[in-house]
């Protein structure tokens, strides 16, 4: 069994952003020379997510305003912000979002359904993060 691993750095304009990643990660899939396996892409930090969905601004801002009613961005709301910080909100949304994807390797490609991607979702940004992608297979 062959391994490949590369990280990517995000750094967003926004505090709450969705980046579509799966052309990034199509392209490592494909310098790893795997062709039967899957496909870890994990976010290394608890306030990011990776998740998989389909392309659509309107679905993109659907998921923007469900994160808010359900984690809302109130400082004084969270015990966590008691120690100094103010991203309670961004650990809550990450929580409901996920932190990674697997995705199945076949014939050297993603093997994703009709519409989906996948998304890097950003819930405290304007830092540098990353994620992992780490494909196993041969």
Known sequence: ??????YLTF?????IEFINITEEIEKIVKKSGIKEG???INAMH???SVFINDEEDGLKQDFLEWLEKLAPENPAKYKHNLTGETNAHAHL???IMGREVVVAV???HLDLGPWEQIFYGEFDGQRPKRIIVKILGE
Do not use: S, V
């Not at 750094?11 to 505090?15: G, L, P, Q, S």
């Open 38 to 40: 899957i496909c870890l």
């Open 93 to 95: 949304k990450r929580t």
């Open 11 to 15: 750094n967003t304009k926004r505090k």
């Open 106 to 108: 076949t014939n050297g």
């Open 46 to 48: 608890i306030t990011a």
């Open 1 to 6: 069994m062959k391994c490949h691993t590369e």
